[in-house]
């Protein structure tokens, strides 16, 4: 399984931008995908995921409200929708793969890791 995250990019504070995370390969009928990201000088943290159905989502407190996780099972993609961003948001993002259904927060759950996109929050 591949994963391709995208959609980074600089944007100013209060303002929006959407990310997105293709799965390639050899994906599972069902999986989820989780988001994320790691700030300079900080340990990676969870921001959001979304369960195979896209029944369930899943936010850290800190973006609860802010960003939207959805999912496009026929484009084997899933999209995260930030707004509102806060300098505090800059980090580099990464999506991530999962054949569970809970523990989605915790970075054990994931079995594939895509390369980090870059999303920078300016004053």
């Known amino acids: 399984v591949q994963l391709q995250a995208s959609g980074g990019g600089l944007v100013q504070a209060g303002g929006s931008l959407g990310l997105s995370c293709a799965a390639s390969?050899?994906?599972?009928?069902?999986?989820?995908v989780g988001w994320f990201r790691r700030a300079p000088g900080k340990e990676r943290e969870f921001v959001a995921a979304?369960?195979?159905?896209?029944?369930?989502?899943y936010y850290a407190d800190s973006v609860k409200g802010r960003f939207t996780i959805s999912r496009s099972s026929a484009k084997n993609t899933v999209y995260l929708q930030l707004s509102s961003l806060k300098t505090e948001d800059t980090a580099a993002y990464y999506c991530?793969?999962?054949?569970?259904?809970?523990?989605?927060?915790?970075?054990?759950?994931?079995?594939?890791w895509g390369q980090g996109t870059l999303v920078t929050v300016s004053s």
């Open positions: 979304i369960s195979w159905s896209g029944g369930n989502t």
């Open positions: 390969g050899r994906t599972h009928s069902r999986y989820s």
């Open positions: 991530a793969y999962s054949t569970r259904a809970y523990t989605l927060h915790q970075n054990y759950a994931y079995d594939y």
